[in-house]
């Protein structure tokens, strides 16, 4: 499963990116404005961190407007995904850009008649929000297993790209349900590092090793 972060704190995906956690990036308008940096400086930026696809969303919710928005935000790098809504216009323009080769991530899916609408529509990646799901006393996850279905029953080529992630064990449904990729910030990426045991075999190995008296080089 790939990894992206959902973040645009540069130095939030340089520090992961250095430990190979960082396959992509995802950002969307409320993460531009939290990191109160220009928005095509940042989507550039990050874009020269890591190799992987960078989501970069469309603000327009006309069709012919997201496709000027998007000539900009692709002119970027090679690298940018553009990032359309699930709404008539969004797929229109994920047609219109998957067909001439650009990436394209079609975000804010809440079911699976959108992801397979979005699918159809020649997606590279659907971002079902799993995290917001839960938010209102749905099982996000459900949604998840039911797009993998769908799009294994007809072979579909667009990445299941799980989003909205609040903790670990969304992150591990996602990797059991055969999800392509899955987008966290980057303290619950941090989160799957830890454990206890871990921590405490640590202590007990080194307390022991100090016991040798021994030092390596
Ligand atoms: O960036 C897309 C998605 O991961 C945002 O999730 O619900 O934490 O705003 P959320």
């Known amino acids: 499963m ?3 972060v959902d973040t645009a704190d540069t130095a939030e995906i340089r520090d992961l990116a250095e430990s190979g956690l960082v396959d992509g990036v995802t950002t969307n308008p409320s993460l531009i404005h939290k990191s109160g940096r220009k928005f095509l400086e940042v989507v550039e930026e990050i874009c020269g961190i890591t190799p992987g696809p960078v989501s970069a969303e469309v603000v327009a919710l006309d069709h012919e407007t997201m496709m000027k928005e998007a000539e900009v935000l692709r002119k970027i790098a090679d690298n940018v995904a553009i990032k359309v809504p699930l709404t008539i216009d969004g797929l229109k323009t994920c047609k ?3 067909s001439d080769g ?3 991530n079609v975000t804010l899916c809440f079911s699976a008649n959108q992801a397979l609408l979005a699918a159809k529509a020649g997606a590279t990646f659907i971002s079902p929000f799993v995290g917001r799901h839960d938010d209102i006393g749905f099982d996000g996850m459900r949604l998840i297993e039911d797009i993998r279905l769908i799009y294994d029953n007809y072979m579909f ?3 299941i790209l799980v989003a909205s992630v ?3 064990v969304h992150i591990l449904e996602a ?3 055969g999800a392509d990729v899955m987008t966290a910030p980057p303290q619950v990426i941090r989160q799957l590092i830890k454990h206890p045991l871990t921590d405490k075999g640590i202590e007990g190995f080194l307390a022991d090793w ?3 008296g021994q030092t390596i080089g």
């Open 157 to 159: 080529d667009t990445e």
């Open 175 to 177: 990797a059991k349900l």
């Open 96 to 98: 219109a850009l998957t």
């Open 166 to 168: 609040r903790h670990p």
């Open 210 to 212: 100090g016991k040798t």
């Open 2 to 4: 790939k990894f992206f």
């Open 102 to 104: 650009t990436m394209v």
